[in-house]
């Protein structure tokens, strides 16, 4: 499987692109247990263009997590062909448009999903685009706004006219965000076209290597792209068995990576503690959602501690005695 010139070989799986997640210490680590393709946080076009410190900042990039690409979003025609050129002097191997975020501040202003309804100008966007860089430009959309307009069959043949080559499909509308179940046979239906020549990548509901195997099976994409599941687990791509103890210290190992990586970019009136914070409380979402801790009898106390703790040695006391639930 192949974006452009760039090789994946057979059944890679893609980390999604995800607002506070998918920041460089993440995917670094999803890189090293197996995921072929990370993406950054997507990107406002809009924030990009005045140069907004805090979206800047989601443009680093490292040699080490190749191939990565970047996602940008957007509703203006010119704001999203600058924001695009602009993202390609940052140096990832691929520009991604983000045609599928279902969440009201995006998809509500027009952005995102929202460009679900206004199919001209989300081709408008794409194509130019396209001819404004030289890096692959690929896409993200959803099977359509709602049930009553499930235009993707048709959709991903227009994108592929505009020039992108590949194309990422979730299996849910706009309406659904992510409630319900993600709907693959569209996707397969879209990857069964003859007309469809460029790579289509499956997402929605992949929780397992299993659940991507039947993925890769039952609808025949080119790849797949996990999201949520992978919230507290960096390992999920690994057919590895690691042990509790090796997932605590993984754990362990992506806080001290937020702490560094925070401390080192320290904001304008910022102290090193308050870096420490900031670096805490990005990893305590994961460490929140990790399915590690799924099913320990009375876990609901050690959770409500991680949720509060504020140093770091807090939270390294408080992963220590999770270690020693599982001996």
């Known amino acids: 499987m192949k974006i452009g010139e760039i090789e994946f070989g057979e059944r890679p799986l893609f980390l999604a692109p995800m607002e506070d997640v998918t920041d460089i210490g993440f995917r670094m680590l999803c890189k090293r247990f197996g995921a072929a393709m990370v993406y950054t946080e997507f990107v406002s076009a809009e924030a990009l263009i005045r140069d907004v410190s805090s979206t800047v900042r989601k443009l680093t990039i490292s040699d080490e997590e190749r191939p990565v690409g970047i996602q940008i979003y957007g509703r203006d025609v010119d704001a999203m062909v600058e924001a695009a050129k602009i993202v390609e002097q940052a140096g990832p191997d691929v520009i991604d448009l983000n045609f599928g975020c279902p969440v009201k501040k995006v998809a509500g202003k027009g952005a995102g999903a929202g460009m679900l309804q206004d199919i001209p100008k989300m081709l408008e966007i794409t194509r130019k685009v396209v001819d404004a860089v ?65 790579p289509i990548i499956g997402n929605g509901d992949i929780t397992s290597l299993d659940d991507a195997d039947r993925a890769f099976d039952t609808y025949g994409v080119d790849a797949v792209m996990i999201g949520r599941a992978t919230f507290g687990c960096p390992w999920l791509f690994s057919r590895e068995q690691l042990t509790a103890d090796e997932k605590i210290d993984i754990l362990k190992q ?38 590690l801790f799924k099913g320990i009898p009375n876990f609901r106390p050690t959770r409500i501690r991680l949720l509060r703790a504020e140093t770091e040695e807090e939270v390294i006391e408080i992963l220590e005695d999770c270690r020693r639930l599982f001996r």
């Open 254 to 291: 992506q806080l001290r990576i937020n702490i560094e990586r925070i401390s080192a970019s320290l904001r304008p009136n910022e102290t090193p503690s308050m870096a420490v914070k900031r670096g805490i409380l990005h990893t305590r979402r994961h460490l929140a959602a990790t399915p």
């Open 134 to 198: 030289r890096l692959p430009v690929t896409a993200k959309t959803r099977l359509g706004w709602n049930h009553e307009q499930l235009i993707i069959t048709t959709l991903a043949e227009q994108l592929q006219d505009c020039g992108i080559k590949a194309l990422t499909i979730h299996g849910r509308t706009r309406s659904q965000m992510y409630t319900g179940q993600a709907d693959w046979t569209l996707i397969g239906e879209v990857k069964r076209n003859p007309r469809i020549t460029i």
